[in-house]
Nanobody, 115 residues
Framework: QVQLVESGGGLVQPGGSLRLSCAAS????????MGWYRQVPGKQREVVAA???????NYADSVKGRFTISRDNAKKTMYLQMNSLKPDDSAVYYC?????????WGQGTQVTVPS
């Protein structure tokens, strides 16, 4: 059984920062990819950022230069540092991992940036 626990969401004013965390536990031995996506009701899901086991990072154009993804393989934990937040960043953020050929998803954490 694999579990992902997210934390760090909340309400922040435009221009502010938040740091999301995602900790994996259970039968997790090697995590190939860790990433974040976000979902706004009525809109298409957007993959925000992803990082591979060797540290290769990819970002959505909408967050490049503002968000930074990182991971601690020893702790099986991933982080998303979000700076210069905008109202358009408001969404439920979900972490996911790819391990042993399967995908796992977290429960989501709300990020709200009021306009």
């Amino acid at each position: 059984q694999v579990q992902l626990v997210e934390s760090g969401g909340g309400l922040v004013q435009p221009g502010g920062s938040l740091r999301l965390s995602c900790a994996a536990s259970g039968s997790v031995f090697s995590i190939n990819v860790m990433g974040w996506y976000r979902q706004v009701p009525g809109k298409q899901r957007e993959v925000v950022a992803a990082i591979t086991e060797d540290g290769t990072k990819n970002y959505a154009d909408s967050v490049k230069g503002r968000f930074t993804i990182s991971r601690d393989n020893a702790k099986k934990t991933m982080y998303l540092q979000m700076n210069s937040l905008k109202p358009d960043d408001s969404a439920v953020y979900y972490c996911y991992i790819v391990t042993m050929g399967r995908d796992y998803w977290g429960q989501g954490t709300q990020v709200t940036v009021p306009s």
